[in-house]
């Protein structure tokens, strides 16, 4: 047993749809706000390790979400470790770097692994479900945090717990089965097996340990990713070469299945890894008649649904048990009963080639933001906002002229090697062809209309000479 | 018995709220496009009414409609008269106000009355019923087009035929009903009794003098309202004063439940007044698994739905009976069988102050269209479309500035007196207070995006000092 802090290994990487069209692989659910508390499920995560028992946390994350992760842990005043990896990998790489990571820091160190995508609302009774596994992942164990599942759910996996660890919940952990038919995981609850959260508690040197025995690749590899990695700005960015040499698998497949270490804690807190819109539905505020409602949305004799818009005003009538989610420029509607198939849908849109499937309207960038407000046949107008400070890459376009038009804060505008400042109701007009940058030199925020016109106004049409954010 | 061909007066001047949110009080159903003919309701009627036996129409509608109406006769080269309403009335006046101008072109005209709203498909058997009516209507006679029930619906009022005429499907007309609960309607329908369809076909003098006899105050504001009315560009503008004196009251109640030269005939074609939603899903044409998709729709394992979206992709899994609505700034979502609730939820938002209960994004103009595409505090962007010819009034703002950048065609703008062109890929800027006037002189389209910058960007700061389409 120790007594130092327990290291946050925070896995924020995934690239989840089954939220579509909120969730989508330009901006996935754990950096959305899908509860009413302000905050991403990134950000309550970061916040509910914060403090005691807990220390530094480690984000492990990919490279594309670099600047939303860094910009959600700034806004809550919480300062860690950012690693990026190179392209999509599953947990097992995640949770070694994390591991060799936090043994770096400190021999003795001990890590509880954490999905960035799940919502706990019991933060006391999961600092004390975490120091309780703490105590025993010093004494060698790798800790599973099971779930008392509430329903025989077929969208779990489970956990069979073995014998008693002599502490309150814990046990040696018996066997993983993999998501069951209704029937069997009826069975399954009456036996009482857990539900596999996916969340882990182990020493960092008894995780390199079995990683070392079971999967000594993995190890490796993520060893070399670290042992090339560059720190640009703020972040450690792994080593792309060697980083693609680890097995892409989860850390049940590469370590917890086989290690004779593992043990489970049946944890005391309520879980949801918000798997589907059914399960926002299950965990979050409803109204008297069971109606969980977020933005503008006006529900008639409506009951038991998610009903959910950005900005568009939503209505419904009549209708019970459904889901209906609206963004600026798709609409998802589907029983409750349903909800599990959005992935499969997402998919079919991916194959049909429709962008609504990956990308935001709004894409967010290390300067700010960007979107579209219109498209026609040789123009498209963008609302763009840089926050102060921000400045976009020196860039030209070969097929399209642009207009901006500062409609909040100034712009410092560099065109063809000349250096202006646009001011607020200020328009300046860039040629096709020409060198130019954008940068807010102020203290607020940066808004302008830019309005392109051209013969392609796709968003590859730019060659970027310069770059603050090393994108050229 | 006549010759002569039948007038018809088509009546347009309704505000249906019933299919919002694509129909609403700035562009109401009878003008869009509802099935997949590629015609308004509007259209379609006129459509119906072209050539043999029928003359030239006679187009009652509200003066706020006169722009919408024309084009959309022009689009299909059908010339009419435009009759305008300055203010609602309902079917009385317009009735009254058909009957006086057919029968100033010709003293024995026939005509008949028809709502710009309704579907008929089979044409010919329209045009055939017609001409029954009108040979009963030259005999004295005001023949109600009446509908055998397909279902025993408690949607519609009902006629109860009388003595028969000696002419297949014609009868005196013995009452008028209500429209009555369903276990009366099935009563009614048992009994033979018709739907009223709301159509007339009738000697315009007949109808003169039963309106002398039950309504006259209607009939003198009528006349009135012809007498001082001026001719507009191509409208016949109602005078307001005398018009406003007409009691607001339906022809039934005004003549048709008086008369006793009321008929009716049982039409042998099929009809719809798209009354809701699931009236258009009964009409429209549908998949094989009974699901009326238009638009950008992609709907899995769905059935007897109406799923339609104006601009956004609409996603759909595994609903059935459901009508799912999409516009750009409103979603509606009720099962089919609630769609009559609509009126009533929209009634509930225009309480509310909602926008987008009476207001289409897309605003109509004399000289085009003009469409928000993004809003801020203190800032508005609009994307403008002048067709070839349009001239928008001489104006000036008091608290915006304006930036117009043309992405297609060529602007005239006027600026303070100063005649410039303004070209494709050119920007223009209009200080606060500035007189200026934008005008299309070329030969297609002219599209611009207009950035306002300004502590006020509201519709109504705007003083119009000249205008060529009479709006100062």
Known sequence: MTNASITPLIMAGGAGTRLWPVSRDSMPKQFIQLLDDGLSTFQATLLRVKGEPFGRPIVVTNQEFRFVVAEQMQALGIAGEIVLEPERRDSAAAVAIGALLARRQDPAAVAVALAADHVILDAARFRADCTSAAALAATGLIMTLGIVPTAPSPAYGYIEPGAALGREGASRLSRFVEKPDEATARGYVGRGFLWN?????????????????????????????????????????????????????????????????????????????????????????????????????????????????????LTAIGVKDIVAIATRDAVLIAPKSEAGRVKALVEQLKRQGRPEATEHLRMYRPWGWYQRIDLGARFQVKRINVKPGGKLSLQKHFHRSEHWIVVRGTAEVTLDGQVSHVHENESIYLPIGCTHRLANPGKIDLELIEVQVGSYTGEDDIVRLEDVYART
């Not at 959260?197 to 008894?206: D, L, P």
């Not at 290690?259 to 926002?280: P, Q, R």
């Not at 979050?284 to 503008?296: E, F, M, S, Y």
């Open 197 to 313: 959260s996916g969340n882990f508690v182990f020493a960092a040197a008894t995780m390199i340990e079995e990683l070392e025995r079971f999967a000594p690749e993995i190890l490796a590899g993520a060893g070399a990713a670290i042992a090339a990695a560059t720190v640009d700005l703020d972040f450690v960015r792994l080593d792309p070469a060697a980083f693609a040499t680890i097995p892409k698998t989860s850390i049940d497949y590469a370590v917890m299945e086989k290690t004779e270490k593992a043990g489970v804690l049946a944890a005391g807190f309520d879980w949801s890894d918000i798997g589907a819109w059914d399960s926002l539905h299950a965990v979050a505020g409803k109204d008297a008649a069971g109606n969980v409602l977020q933005g503008p949305v006006v529900a008639v004799d409506s009951a038991d649904s998610l009903l959910r818009s950005d900005d568009m005003l």
